[in-house]
């Protein structure tokens, strides 16, 4: 960190000795059996913080009794809100609907599995207190998962550092503590194709790494199936990267070249040797060989152009079906206002 920034570090942190309002935005789908332990430990580590504060439960079509425990919740405790999309639009469209909602001075990003402990947000409360406007949790181990799991984990995000012009921080998922103008930041970017990391990332404003050791889940199933995986790491490269469209330019020119070489070399053989043309299984072999990466890249610059095709028609990301709002709208505008910076 150079002079300035830690001027600015300093700066920021000496106007953060008021007390934020926290927002803990949590998207579910089919979380039916672990939603009670998580509003219970969640909700008792903010009340130990003594701050106001609200959490946004966001059902994401659920076919269980999500939606069921979130209004019963509600209910309960007024620090609740509940925003029931119309169908299932997906985890990172969920999320962007709990933060289009969410209205506290800090913002909370937690899966609701329990598999990021509710108890490390006073330690994110303390990277905010020093300056930082995005306090990241680290995945030091990853309990309950299998070794080819972490094995595709641990090459994408390391694979994404080395291609992408922005940073992705390695080892780290949704869990995060994000400030309101970073949230306002983020609230710009409204397109269809969503990898919230990326979008994390790109966003800026200094940033802070805290570790932790990752749970297995509490309750329930897995959503994430290893196609679904398989598209969000697509959906992050070409979100986040041409660098398949210049792989695809960079290989056809070489193979150019090699084939302008090896022509080169049968011209000289037959013309200076008398000798014939043979190979027709080795010339079936390349031929198939590069019809193949032909349609491999033809798939790339597809999946490139299908997302084009989608941003364009300009559809809304999601619908909402119903908001019960908290009362921490209400409770933010009795209080003194502060800077959210």
């Known amino acids: 960190?150079?002079?300035?920034?830690?001027?600015?570090?300093?700066?920021?942190?000496?106007?953060?000795?008021?007390t934020p309002s926290i927002s803990v935005v949590v998207p579910a789908y089919n979380e039916e059996e672990v939603l009670p332990e998580f509003y219970r430990r969640t909700s008792t580590v903010l009340r130990a913080l003594g701050v106001p504060y609200e959490i946004v439960f966001v059902n994401d079509g659920s076919n269980d009794?999500?939606?069921?425990?979130?209004?019963?919740?509600?209910?309960?405790?007024?620090?609740?809100t509940v925003v029931d999309l119309s169908r299932n639009f997906g985890k990172e469209i969920a999320l962007t609907a709990g933060l289009d909602q969410c209205c506290?001075?800090?913002?909370?990003?937690?899966?609701?599995?329990?598999?990021?402990?509710?108890?490390?947000?006073p330690e994110f409360i303390e990277g905010w207190r020093e300056g930082f406007d995005v306090v990241y949790a680290v995945r030091t181990e990853r309990e309950g998962e299998t070794w080819?799991?972490?094995?595709?984990?641990?090459?994408?995000?390391?694979?994404?550092?080395?291609?992408?012009?922005?940073?992705?921080?390695?080892?780290?998922?949704?869990?995060r503590l994000m400030t309101q103008r970073s949230i306002q930041a983020l609230g710009g970017l409204r397109e269809h194709h969503r990898f919230m990391k990326g979008l994390f990332a790109w966003v800026g404003f200094r940033s802070k790494p805290v570790y932790y050791k990752r749970d297995p889940r509490a309750a329930g199933q897995t959503k994430w199936n290893y196609w679904k995986l398989w598209n969000l790491a697509v959906e992050g490269f070409t979100s986040f990267t041409i660098a398949p469209l210049?792989?695809?330019?960079?290989?056809?020119?070489?193979?150019?070249?090699l084939a302008l070489v090896y022509a080169l070399v049968v011209i000289y053989k037959t013309l200076a040797y008398g000798d014939p043309v043979r190979g027709y299984p080795s010339l079936m072999v390349v031929v198939l060989f590069l019809g193949g990466i032909q349609l491999l890249f033809t798939g790339i610059l597809g999946e490139y152009?299908?997302?084009?095709?989608?941003?364009?028609?300009?559809?809304?990301?999601?619908?909402?079906?119903?908001?019960?709002?908290?009362?921490?709208?209400?409770?933010?505008?009795?209080?003194?206002?502060?800077?959210?910076?």
Do not use: C
């Open 1 to 18: 960190m150079d002079i300035s920034s830690a001027e600015r570090l300093s700066a920021s942190a000496e106007s953060r000795q008021w």
């Open 65 to 80: 009794s999500t939606l069921v425990v979130m209004t019963g919740l509600r209910q309960q405790d007024p620090n609740v």
């Open 104 to 121: 506290g001075d800090v913002v909370v990003i937690i899966d609701a599995d329990l598999q990021d402990p509710p108890e490390m947000i």
């Open 148 to 175: 080819l799991k972490k094995l595709t984990a641990h090459t994408f995000y390391r694979l994404m550092q080395a291609i992408s012009r922005v940073k992705i921080p390695k080892d780290t998922g949704d869990f």
């Open 246 to 257: 210049k792989i695809a330019t960079y290989f056809g020119l070489g193979i150019a070249m």
């Open 305 to 341: 152009l299908g997302r084009v095709f989608n941003e364009v028609k300009q559809r809304p990301l999601y619908i909402l079906d119903t908001v019960f709002p908290s009362s921490l709208l209400e409770n933010k505008s009795n209080r003194n206002p502060a800077d959210n910076s």
